[in-house]
């Protein structure tokens, strides 16, 4: 019997990350995506202190935050409707190539002492269009690498990995920055997208045929809309992620600038401790991996209405660096469950035909929060400060997520 067709029983049912990861075709899946994704989510911490370093005014790192997030405000919806019509896999690679050959000129005019903030916010822009052209598909070829049985481990293998690779990312790219300069952090994300490029050709995915006759992409966009928002609890699940994408950009904006300011620490530690909420996701990401975790709209609910506002509230309270780690190791605890049971819940409810279109609009919010997040830094954070601003949007999130998540139609899930 092959590793896809096992049922729940005997060794495959002691340890589905051992299953999952005992396929090749998953296996080079997933550190693929784990090092597209480390690459996403580290550019945010690379840039922000590329602008620290270039700009002493505070709204500068929202600005750069804009530059990047704006693409995908503009591509994650064509992004998703393309991806389910075309070879998911040559689509992968288009865009990593690209991504790779982008990151390694930008190092270079780093090097070369050419950067300016204007430069940079151009590669930021050009950088983030390359980059959320493969989220939607990353994400929707999960469900056709394994078997329906194993979606919600494969789902938390996949997010625990490449989430924790973008925050676990951020302590080793603050440390390269500290002992080689901004060029070097840079030219290692270009390392790691190269090896993902290499590895993502040895992927080989199943035939899904397109749903009916090729349209227009605006076509294909509009029908993924209408059946990503038509109906619960995808319409709150796809909500929520577009609250978060916001919520959590300020933090990831503004933390940098709160190590440096009132902690008196340089990039190594800010990487750091941005990093300990991807050991923290790591955590409870390979638990939920390794087991049969039910009821994921209850922990939607709860690890999203309440944990994810609730953290970056109590971060603002952090009266020292040290307290800070702890918190973002809990924080990211809770992040690995509610992310886990979130992509879960919404994959299931969602026809393989349209997991390109609703995944694009997935980060379109996840991803696109960032700008709105960003110009959310920008202005509180001059007037009050990035601790302040960090305190109100948590409590601003718990306020939104709250009511929408513990709604019946996505509790009882």
Known sequence: MSTRGQELDGSSA????KELLSDPNYRNFWIAQILAFGANGT???????????????????????IALGVPALLLALPAGAWSDRVDRSRFNLIWMGLGTIVLAVFSFVIALDLVTPRIAGIAA??????????????????????????????????NGGGQSAAFLGLAFGGGIIALFGNAAGFALLAIAMAVAFILMRRVDLPYVPHDGPTRRIRSEIAAGLRYGLG??????LLI????????????????PRVVEQDFGKGSLAAGILLGTFGLGMLVSSVVIARGDIRNHGRNVAVFIGIGLGLGQFLLSLAPNYWVAVAVMVGWGINAGIAIASHRTLLQQKT??????????????????????????????????GPVLTMRYVGLATMC??????????VRTQ
Request: glycine share 10%; hydrophobic share 55%; no cysteine.
């Open 400 to 409: 939104l997520t709250i009511p929408l998540l513990f709604r019946s139609v």
């Open 43 to 65: 550019l945010r911490f690379t840039f922000v202190w590329l602008m620290v370093t270039l700009s002493d005014w505070s709204g500068a790192e929202g600005l750069i935050g």
């Open 351 to 384: 026809e393989p035909a349209m997991m390109g279109r609703v995944m694009g609009i997935m980060t379109l919010g996840f991803s696109g929060g960032l700008p709105i997040g960003a110009l959310t830094q920008t202005v509180l954070s001059p007037a009050v």
């Open 231 to 236: 109906s619960e609890p995808r319409r709150s």
């Open 14 to 17: 002691a340890s589905p990350v």
């Open 125 to 158: 822009v050009v950088l983030g269009g390359t980059l959320v052209m493969m989220q939607p598909n990353l994400n929707a070829m999960v469900p056709l690498l394994v078997a329906p049985e194993r979606l919600m481990n494969a789902a938390a293998l996949q």
């Open 240 to 255: 929520a992620t577009f609250i978060l994408g916001a919520s959590f950009s300020v933090m990831q904006i503004a933390m």
